[in-house]
T-cell receptor, first 116, second 113 residues
Framework: GAVVSQHPSRVICKSGTSVKIECRSL??????MFWYRQFPKKSLMLMAT?????????EQGVEKDKFLINHASLTLSTLTVTSAHPEDSSFYIC????????????FGQGTRLTVV | QQQVKQSPQSLIVQKGGISIINCAYE??????FPWYQQFPGKGPALLIA?????SEKKEGRFTISFNKSAKQFSLHIMDSQPGDSATYFC????????????FGTGTLLAVQP
């Protein structure tokens, strides 16, 4: 069964508003989670690494003030897209490693964000 | 050094045929090489993974071949089925739960009935 759950699967928001996406590890504790963005027919682009209890590490070119990441517990990380604009519309996916004592990376179901 | 190169970009295979996707990496510190399958609108799902201490790993119809000296690895899908039609991504990383995966560019596989 799924070990990483992401919610919501789809969200439509108005330009200028903020949207929060949740990522939960269901049966293991994830000290580190990863957030990706994927454009149509493209590969996964790592946005940031989320660390429980500390600040996220953002990849070069990713605006940390626009994409707020909070890793409040060992099973929950959130990505908030602030002041969303149509160009933020994309497929966002979270991932976590460390389930069942191994290093396999499992992914959430993804969130389709549409900003209108 | 961080790149993972994947080919082909797209692949069409007849039902029952063998699908082969290739990847190459540069960073010799990588020691974990997974393959993911992604259907439209879904997150990637782990198919099979290999570590550099073995040259081949097989799980059902899926086989990874690994060539450490050439820094290449490939996915073979035997007896390909229309349900295998999806996008496949190779990836590489150093082991450990805190290390990020470096993804290939993806291969869109279409298995024709």
């Amino acid at each position: 069964g799924a070990v990483v759950s992401q919610h919501p699967s789809r969200v439509i928001c108005k330009s200028g508003t903020s949207v929060k996406i949740e990522c939960r590890s269901l049966d293991f504790q994830a000290t580190t989670m990863f957030w990706y963005r994927q454009f149509p027919k493209k590969s996964l682009m790592l946005m940031a690494t989320s660390n429980e209890g500390s600040k996220a590490t953002y990849e070069q070119g990713v605006e940390k003030d626009k994409f707020l990441i909070n890793h409040a517990s060992l099973t929950l990380s959130t990505l908030t897209v602030t002041s969303a604009h149509p160009e933020d519309s994309s497929f966002y996916i979270c991932s976590a490693r460390g389930a069942r004592g191994n290093t396999e990376a499992f992914f959430g179901q993804g969130t389709r964000l549409t900003v209108v | 050094q961080q790149q993972v190169k994947q080919s082909p970009q797209s692949l069409i295979v007849q039902k029952g045929g063998i699908s082969i996707i290739n990847c190459a990496y540069e960073n010799t510190a990588f020691d974990y090489f997974p393959w993911y399958q992604q259907f439209p609108g879904k997150g990637p799902a782990l198919l099979i993974a290999i570590r550099p201490d073995v040259s081949e790993k097989k799980e059902g119809r899926f086989t990874i071949s690994f060539n450490k000296s050439a820094k290449q690895f490939s996915l073979h899908i035997m007896d390909s089925q229309p349900g295998d039609s999806a996008t496949y991504f190779c990836a590489a990383s150093r082991g450990g739960a805190t290390n990020k995966l470096i993804f290939g560019t993806g291969t869109l596989l279409a298995v024709q009935p």
